[in-house]
């Protein structure tokens, strides 16, 4: 049984961010993503969605709209035999946050509270997984916790802090699949 994880950020990386994307009819794969989940699975990854979903926390709409979407994924992801080990969706934001347990925070990119419970529910080796994500809070966690780390462009990243990128040698890519494809996975596969 593999011990390694691909970690993936969900809008921006895997599908197109139209911003609150919570309904089927709003989401388009990004390009190449299917045949990225593809090899990612032919590389003995188990896969892991980590995303925030603040629209949840903000009112524009209900976890319930979040893990019907998440179904219906998982069933168009079925067709080609490839399977999300698990969704871990942070549907808190800390401007709207009063009422609940601060430390619900944590599991919020870049906090590593779901990294951390993937590791310990799954017995995951960290040092041999990975994490893509278009935004540096993404990555972040990746760095912390010993993963390799990803960046994926996307319409954010003239607002990422390349600095930070440069200096943890995080290599950007056009697309998961181009980042799933490079040498740099492959010495860890």
């Known amino acids: 049984m593999s011990n390694k994880a691909f970690f993936l950020d969900r809008d921006g990386t895997l599908n197109v961010d139209y911003d609150f994307v919570h309904r089927i009819e709003d989401w388009t794969w990004c390009?190449?993503?299917?045949?990225?989940l593809r090899l990612i699975r032919d590389n003995d990854f188990k896969i892991f969605v980590v995303t925030n979903q603040?629209?949840?926390a903000r009112g524009h709409f209900e976890m319930d709209d979040v893990n019907k979407l998440h179904r219906w994924v998982d069933e168009q992801l079925a067709k080609y035999d490839i399977q999300i080990t698990e969704w871990y969706v942070a549907p808190w934001h800390p401007e709207f946050h009063d009422e609940n347990d601060p430390e619900l925070l944590e599991y919020r990119k870049p906090g590593t509270g779901y990294f951390e419970?993937?590791?310990?529910e799954y017995d995951l080796d960290l040092s041999l997984s990975c994490m893509a994500g278009d935004k540096v809070s993404d990555l972040q966690p990746a760095v912390e916790l010993g993963m390799k780390p990803f960046f994926i462009r996307s319409r954010f990243e003239p607002s990422?802090?390349?600095?930070w990128l440069k200096g943890h040698d995080v290599i950007?890519?056009?697309r998961l699949l181009d980042a799933v494809k490079s040498q740099e996975m492959e010495h860890i596969s």
């Open 117 to 120: 419970k993937a590791r310990d």
């Open 54 to 56: 603040s629209g949840v």
């Open 31 to 36: 390009d190449g993503a299917i045949e990225a």
């Open 160 to 163: 990422q802090d390349h600095d």
């Open 172 to 174: 950007t890519y056009d």
